[in-house]
């Protein structure tokens, strides 16, 4: 659960409101999703989500959602939740759940998040709907201080930028998908 939520967290996004709506960099954007992860705000951080990026997560937990062998994942990932009231839910609301449930199960890793300090680099643009936000996550475990170097990849989205599923989560949920697949 603690790689789980880790993974969600280290995902950057930018906040689609028309009212922010107004041109801004995808290293403003990162700064943006800091600070709702930071205050557990983690139905801003769905709404954060590119579109695209969050039918393809619900699609990938689709198999834990329904398989009747996954009643135990289903527990942890979902916090109980049955798979009618999953499917009752929006995208956005899929992701916010798996979030909170995967943050509240680990006190400690939010702790942890809490202090975590990022320096953004800057980006790389791949033509003109995709960047690449360059960052270092500086994140305290016990004594140690882990420097980790890495790349959220944000596409556009009207005039702002959304993130997109980051590799590590989506090989993850195809092993949870292929044991489970329905």
């Known amino acids: 659960m603690r790689l789980i939520a880790l993974i969600m967290t280290l995902t950057l996004v930018a906040e689609p409101a028309a ?7 995808p290293e403003a954007v990162a700064e943006r999703y800091v600070s709702a992860m930071r205050t557990q705000k983690w139905s801003v951080m769905a709404d954060l989500m590119h579109p695209e990026a969050l039918a393809k997560f619900r699609t990938m937990f689709s198999g834990v959602v329904h398989s ?34 995967a943050m509240s199960a680990d006190p400690e890793l939010q702790t942890a998040m809490d202090s975590a300090r990022m320096e953004i680099l800057g980006h790389v643009d791949e033509g003109s709907d995709i960047s690449h936000v360059v960052f270092r996550m500086r994140l ?3 004594p140690v201080t882990v420097a980790k170097l890495d790349v959220i990849t944000f596409k556009r989205y009207r005039n702002t930028w959304l993130t997109l599923l980051r590799a590590d989560l989506e090989i993850m949920a195809a092993a949870l998908q292929q044991r489970f697949g329905t």
């Open 140 to 142: 305290p475990v016990g």
């Open 68 to 101: 009747p062998r996954a009643g135990p994942v289903r527990e942890q990932l979902f916090g109980g939740a049955t798979p009618a009231r999953l499917d009752s839910l929006s995208d956005a609301q899929f992701y916010a759940l798996v979030i909170a449930v």
């Open 19 to 25: 009212a922010q709506m107004s041109a801004e960099s």
